[in-house]
């Protein structure tokens, strides 16, 4: 048998042998739960400059697509950099070798997907308990 393909190794690499021994993969809950914490910083950051979560901006604002990708891509590069140097070392301490496309292909896919979730998230639950709070007139005297 030869060597085990891209897609098996990653799973291999996700199912296999944790950092502790056994079978659990201390990536599986410290990659999304760094990237949900950054959604969650993003996404207020968001809803206080008073912009739409992404998606629903990118379906509203046919003009500025570009632009709107543009940022969504410089905001990622965070996300994504602690993701691949996370999972280097991940990889490194369970497996004793870094796979750098792995890495960017687990990172992204553990990292990126949540990152964008929570954001999303985020900036409604920020913008619903901001407008609510938020005096309809000014305050009387």
Known sequence: MGHPGFWDSIV???TG????????????????????????????????RGDAPFFQALMQQKGRR??????????????????FVIDCI??????HRIRPVAAIFVGGLLVFVPFLIVRA??????????HRAAPAGKPSR
Do not use: T
């Open 12 to 14: 291999n690499d996700l």
């Open 17 to 48: 042998r944790g950092l502790f021994g056994g079978s659990f993969q201390i990536r599986l809950v410290l990659q999304p739960l760094l990237a949900m914490l950054l959604g969650i910083r993003v996404g207020i950051r968001d809803a206080k």
């Open 66 to 83: 570009g632009d709107m990708l543009f940022k969504a891509a410089r905001d990622a590069v965070f996300p994504l950099a602690v993701a």
């Open 90 to 95: 991940l990889q490194r301490l369970i497996n």
């Open 121 to 130: 998230l985020a900036n409604r639950a920020w913008r619903h308990g901001h």
